[in-house]
Structure formats: structure tokens, C-alpha cells
């Protein structure tokens, strides 16, 4: 119940909206079924309903069960509950919670949360805790189960002292803990004895490195930076839980593992800095200063006092303070010397083939705002430097400094001939017409310059065939642009042959209802594969010249033919097109459904991801930030892209292999570059991780999503390895068993698989 009333505060603690409908919803009914479950059979499900009335609309309740005698969990999850009948103002509702082999054995109480109206109000039971609690028990019966916490049997770290003088360091912290429910992963970090400073601290922080999570050693490096605060620092480990919620600690208040081991560091002195600037130019601070410390010395960030212009508008010293680690401890002194000539600029015009005529005098600012006329010997200026329009820059000598700068603009010529641009692009897509074109001039010189054409209606460009554009140079329309517009650089083959019967699976395009495969060459042809139950073998070549295709996965019908399509990307624009199946591996190009998708480093066909909804989603990473975004798929296209994650790029290869948890939406795996697979089930459209699944994966240079392929009603997944060679793996529901190889090397050629 520790956990239920923590968890209450997130539904007591918001404020009530100012509304006509000020009283919190009515609970009529309350029950589950059944009320005694036996796992000793196996695990077992309880449903839970709740009819509640509200005018303003009820948010969605929350329930879970929690054991009277130890502090186990069962069902929770924020706003759990599904509306199964009548309406938010006037309905029922219910969630179905699972009991596995391991809950406790005795009483549980089935607890619905304090409810909440969309305006805000609440209504609760009118105890301290405001939960509604069932009054019947539910009673659980099993053998003795695992009510206890994880035991921590060792934990230590090493080094147990760091040196900072030579830059940062590393500590590394293992920790061995048993529990046979499984241990749920550690979080250890590093906190400052005599500051707020923390280091390594991310919840469940650290990665098992040895035996497994119900036996196992978890580690942890943790980075200790040259700014760390010297003095006791001590190593940390957090109350351990295992997967069913029972938690060890040390038996304090905190219930921290702290480590008895500490490093004490002292600092003895800050080394006093000089700085120099002439008078009237502000004095250039270092960023950082020199700490000397009992163990050695570290270069640290300081933050100087603000320094008024009146302190070196004059020769003179002065000194400032620098505040280092929040405290004002450094000092530099500034010593201001006499003003210096800043700048001495001017600016020159002159005809083509005409010497510019320099001034023997030019204007001098000092730093210290001063100005005077000064004399000036100019450098030497060739005859081919304004020989033709544009600009050049002269230096001068001034006092014995070259300090002086002439700009000399040479004036332009008049346009005589602009050079046609020719331009090639195909049938659908507007041409990429040049920046600049070559104009000749009156003095017979040649340069590139910036162009704005006219604009290209589509028109133009819907049929193959040749067409002009105009375009403005300099403020007159003189350019001319030939566009030739060509059929696209490749085409899927027509269909030939009966059309087999369609079965509306995913991949299926032989009326067997066992996916088949699709690959491309790095020449543009795109083979056909027949799979069976025990092997592949190759149809033929369904389409040619689809060197622009970077992209081609499988998707469900999108067309109302019950036929299962797929959809790819085009290089030459980024966009995103189905590509209907017609049956035995034929495609027919489709409509486009996206734009600007070349930042898209990861795409694939993710199903229903929300239980109950039959809505279907495309996944997307992003190659820049790592981020991850859902689009709505339909008929028409993808649509709402929204951001459902962050920091995916550690993920070498994402799928969605259909519903793994059991919940009716479609769940997400990721292989890590080093291998490991992890699941991610999806909760109401956003991915919750699960954990590791699988290991091993290094070897596979790609991976992805068929189909069924042994004919169970489950996505199954297909790996390519180094060699080339294919390897099936069945989906369990809960990860993935190895079919074994069913094609050597022949599959080295192919740059898309899908």
C-alpha cells in the first residue's frame, strides 16, 4: 500500500478547474471477478469494471491490486482502465489484470484510485487515502512465493582515490545481487559529502555484466570530471527492487548503500592572474584559472566581476575579481597601457582599366575612441587587380604599421550575352535549375552570376518533352534555361500471368499465406522470392532501373484489394509512395504519401501500436538527433507526425514484429550495434522498454519484418548475415527462436531486402 498512496498524490495534488460542474463523478458499481485465483496451475487473470456517471466526462480510471501482507503490486499503470460500454459521462469500464506464478499467496486488495471529471474534480471514498477499496478480498492461492527483497551479497568500486591534476577520471562500481524473481536493474551514484555535487546518478544506471538478473553482477563507470568539488565524496547504491516490487535496503532511515571507502581532496591556493590591454579596449580575461590543491592543481572556469569601461579608458592598473566554484576567491591584476591605432579605413571607386587614385591622408581610431589624420604609403597595386569589375582591398603603411585598408571597387562592365543553361529532370518532378549562369561582358570577361528564374508551372514538366525558362540577372531578364523533361530511370514490370488468391497478409503475394520476400540489386533490379514453410526460391525479375528506390518495406492493403502492399522510398526527391501488389511479386506504383524523408535513417511499418484501435502507424528515426516519430498510415498517405521517443541512435536495427505482450497492439525491437536486442512494448502509441530479449545480433548486417513465414498468424523476423547468407527466426510472443539458414550466400548482392 506504500506504493499505492505514493502514487495517489499524482491524482489528489491538481488543481480544480473553475467550472459550472464542481462535483467529482459518482461510483455506482465496483466488482471483479472471480475472487479466488489458484496459481498453482499456472498464472490467472482477474477483470475489474467500474460504472461511473460524470456530465463534464470521467478521465480515465486507475486500478491495480496490492497484497495485504507484503508490499507486491499487480496491474498498475496510470489510467489503466478502457471504456467498454456507454460514454465518459455515463459508462463502464474495466481492465484485466494478470497474476502471475509469483504473487505472494493470501489476501489482495483490488483498489480503484480517486476519480477524476475532465474539469478536474475529484471524488474518493472519503478516507485518508481517498482510494476506493473492494471490500471483498481477492484471495490468492500458491506455494510459498517470493515476497522478499533482492540480496545484495557485494558491492565496491575501484579506484578508491582519484587524481585530478592530469584531467578526469573513471570509477567503476560492481554490485552482486540475487533474487529468484529477478533482480530489476540498479542505480548507483556518487554525492559530494560537503556540496550539493552528485556524479553518475540515471535511474537504474548500471548494465549487467556477469550470470544473469536473478544471479548476477551489475557495473557502472562513473566520469569524475576536473571541476569536481574536492573534499568526501561517497559511493551510493539506491534501495534494490526486484521485478516484483520487493525492496532491499540497508535497514536506515534512507535505506541507502553507502560505501565506508572516501577520498578527501583540499585546495591550498589560487594562482593570481595578469592581464594587459591598451587603454580605451577592454581587457581580454581568461576563461579559466589554476587551482593548487593539496593532491596537485586544476585548471577551473571562473566567472570575472563585471569591469566598467571607465576602468581602462586611461593608463593604469586595477584589479578584478573571478568567482570559481561559487566562491570569489580569484584575482587578476590589469594593467592598461597607452592607446593603440584600431583601424584606418577608406574607400576608393575607379573605371575598369583605370588606376585608382589613392589619398595621401587617411583617418586613424585609436582604442581609445580618438581620431587624427595621419599620413599613408600605399602598397603597389598591379594593373590587373582593376582591370576587370569587382572588388580589391590595398593596405597601407602608417607610422610604421600596416594598419591601413583601402577598399577599391572597379566598376562593372555592361552585359553583352548570358550562356543558356541546360537542365534534365523527369516526368513528375520540377527541375533543379542553376543558382548562376556564365555571363560575357563588354570587356570580354566571363563570370558566373546569381540568377532568379521564373516560375515553373507543373505543367510544364507532366509529359516528356522539352520546354524554356526565363530568368533575371542583375535586374534584367536575359537567361535562358532548356529543360528537357525524360520518363523516370526505372519501372516496376507490368503484371503477367493468374492473379493469385489474395489473403491480406502482411508480405503475402502468393495466395499461401506465407510471406514471401522482395530484393533489389545495386543495379536497380528488383527479384522476386516464393517462401515456404522450409525454404525460398527465387520467381523472377519484377521490375528493372530502381537504382533511386533507398527504402522498401511491407505493409498491410492500402488500396481495398485484400492484397497486402508495400511502400518505398525515392532517392531522387526523398519522398515517401506505396507500391501496390498486384500478386505473385508484381507491384504497381502507387500515390505519394511523403516528403523531405532524407533524414529518416530508420523506417518501418509499426501496425496498430494503441490496443483497441484499428489505426496503423509507420515508425521513423531521425539520423541527426536520434529521435523517433509515429505517422498515422491510411489509404491516403502518412499524416500527425509525432515524437514518441529520444536518443535512438544507439539502435543499429528497429522492427515491429506485431504484438508481443499480449495486449493486441503491436510492440517495437531494437538491435544495439553490440548486439543485444531489446523490446519496447507500446502503451497508448508511445514505447515502453522491456528490456533485453535477445544477444548475439553483431553478425547480422541487416535485419527486418516479412511476415508470417511458417504459417502461425505471427510476424516473424529474418537476419542476413556478413556472408550474405539468410536466417529465419520465429516469433515466440516474447522474442525470437532461430528457424536455422534457409539460404546460403545467395542474398550478398542485394542492397534492399524487405
Do not use: C
Not at 478521465?59 to 491495480?64: H, I, R
Amino acid at each position: 500500500m506504500a506504493l499505492a498512496m505514493a502514487i495517489a498524490s499524482l491524482f489528489l495534488a491538481a488543481p480544480q478547474a473553475l467550472a459550472a460542474d464542481i462535483t467529482g463523478p459518482m461510483v455506482s458499481a465496483f466488482d471483479f471477478t472471480p475472487k479466488t485465483v489458484d496459481l498453482t496451475t499456472g498464472e490467472k487473470t482477474v477483470t475489474v469494471s467500474v460504472h461511473v456517471t460524470d456530465p463534464s466526462g470521467v478521465k480515465t480510471p486507475t486500478v491495480a491490486l496490492f497484497s495485504d501482507t507484503t508490499d507486491q503490486s499487480l496491474g498498475f499503470s496510470p489510467n489503466n482502465m478502457i471504456l467498454t460500454q456507454g460514454t465518459t459521462t455515463d459508462g463502464t469500464w474495466s481492465h484485466t489484470i494478470k497474476v502471475p506464478t509469483t504473487a505472494a499467496p493470501g489476501a489482495w486488495t483490488m483498489t480503484l484510485y480517486p476519480v477524476r471529471d475532465l474539469l478536474g474534480n475529484t471524488t474518493d471514498n472519503g478516507t485518508v487515502t481517498g482510494f476506493f477499496e473492494h471490500t471483498t478480498k481477492l484471495t490468492v492461492i500458491n506455494a510459498p512465493a517470493d515476497v522478499s527483497g533482492p540480496v545484495v551479497s557485494a558491492f565496491d568500486f575501484t579506484p578508491k582515490t582519484v587524481d585530478l591534476t592530469t584531467g578526469e577520471k573513471t570509477v567503476t562500481v560492481s554490485v552482486h545481487v540475487t533474487d529468484p524473481s529477478g533482480v530489476k536493474t540498479p542505480t548507483v551514484a556518487l554525492f559530494s559529502d560537503t556540496t550539493d555535487q552528485s556524479l553518475g546518478f540515471s535511474p537504474n544506471n548500471m548494465i549487467l555484466t556477469q550470470g544473469t538478473t536473478t544471479d548476477g553482477t551489475w557495473s557502472h563507470t562513473i566520469k569524475v570530471p576536473t571541476t569536481a568539488a574536492p573534499g568526501a565524496w561517497t559511493m551510493t547504491l539506491y534501495p534494490v527492487r526486484d521485478l516484483l516490487g520487493n525492496t532491499t535496503d540497508n535497514g536506515t532511515v534512507t535505506g541507502f548503500f553507502e560505501h565506508p571507502t572516501k577520498e578527501l581532496v583540499g585546495l591550498k591556493s589560487v594562482t593570481p592572474v595578469s592581464v594587459g590591454s591598451p587603454a580605451g579596449l577592454a581587457p581580454q580575461m581568461p576563461a579559466s584559472v589554476r587551482l593548487v590543491w593539496s593532491t596537485g592543481t586544476t585548471s577551473e572556469a571562473v566567472t570575472w566581476d563585471p569591469i566598467a569601461a571607465t576602468s581602462y579608458a586611461k593608463p593604469g592598473s586595477f584589479i578584478v575579481a573571478g568567482t570559481v566554484r561559487g566562491q570569489r576567491i580569484a584575482q587578476a591584476t590589469i594593467t592598461v597601457t597607452q592607446p593603440i591605432m584600431r583601424s584606418a579605413t577608406v574607400s576608393v571607386s575607379t573605371p575598369a582599366g583605370i588606376a585608382p587614385t589613392m589619398p595621401a591622408n587617411i583617418s586613424v581610431v585609436w582604442s581609445d575612441k580618438t581620431t587624427t589624420s595621419e599620413t599613408v604609403s600605399w602598397s603597389t597595386i598591379a594593373a590587373d587587380a582593376y582591370a576587370k569589375a569587382g572588388t580589391f582591398t590595398v593596405s597601407g603603411t602608417v607610422r610604421g604599421e600596416q594598419i591601413a585598408r583601402a577598399t577599391v571597387t572597379v566598376a562593372a562592365p555592361a552585359l553583352v550575352s548570358v550562356v543558356p543553361a541546360t537542365v534534365s529532370t523527369l516526368v513528375g518532378l520540377a527541375p533543379k535549375l542553376p543558382a548562376n549562369v556564365m555571363v560575357t561582358w563588354s570587356d570580354r570577361s566571363t563570370s558566373s552570376q546569381a540568377v532568379v528564374w521564373d516560375p515553373v508551372p507543373a505543367m510544364s514538366y507532366a509529359q516528356p518533352g522539352t520546354f524554356s525558362v526565363a530568368g533575371t540577372v542583375g535586374g534584367q531578364r536575359v537567361a535562358t534555361a532548356i529543360v528537357m523533361v525524360t520518363a523516370p530511370l526505372g519501372e516496376f514490370s507490368p503484371f503477367a500471368g493468374a492473379r493469385p488468391e489474395a489473403t491480406g497478409r502482411v508480405g503475402e503475394a502468393t495466395g499461401d499465406a506465407i510471406a514471401d520476400v522482395w530484393g533489389i540489386t545495386g543495379t536497380g533490379t528488383l527479384d522476386f522470392f516464393k517462401k515456404t514453410p522450409t525454404d525460398i526460391s527465387k520467381v523472377g525479375i519484377r521490375g528493372t532501373n530502381l537504382t533511386h528506390i533507398s527504402y522498401l518495406g511491407a505493409i498491410t492493403d492500402q488500396n481495398d484489394d485484400n492484397r497486402a502492399d508495400l511502400f518505398y522510398r525515392d532517392s531522387r526527391d526523398q519522398s515517401l509512395h506505396f507500391a501496390y501488389n498486384l500478386g505473385n511479386g508484381y507491384l504497381k506504383d502507387g500515390i505519394k504519401v511523403g516528403q523531405n524523408w532524407g533524414g529518416m535513417d530508420q523506417i518501418f511499418y509499426a501496425g496498430q501500436m494503441v490496443s483497441g484501435s484499428p489505426q496503423q502507424y509507420v515508425l521513423a528515426r531521425r539520423g541527426s538527433d536520434g529521435s523517433l516519430w509515429r505517422y498515422s498510415l491510411s489509404s491516403k498517405g502518412l499524416s500527425n507526425g509525432t515524437q514518441v521517443g529520444r536518443n535512438w541512435n544507439g539502435m543499429r536495427i528497429m522492427i515491429a514484429p506485431g504484438n508481443m505482450y499480449g495486449d493486441a497492439a503491436w510492440d517495437v525491437v531494437g538491435i544495439r550495434k553490440d548486439g543485444l536486442m531489446y523490446g519496447y512494448r507500446t502503451v497508448d502509441g508511445g514505447l515502453v522498454s522491456v528490456g533485453q530479449i535477445g544477444h548475439g545480433w553483431q553478425s547480422m548486417t541487416n535485419a527486418f519484418v516479412p511476415g508470417d513465414l511458417n504459417g502461425d498468424k505471427r510476424l516473424d523476423l529474418i537476419g542476413q548475415r556478413n556472408d550474405g547468407s539468410m536466417w529465419a527466426y520465429r516469433n515466440t510472443a516474447t522474442g525470437f527462436s532461430s528457424m536455422g539458414q534457409f539460404a546460403p550466400s545467395g542474398f550478398s548482392g542485394y542492397r534492399i531486402l524487405a
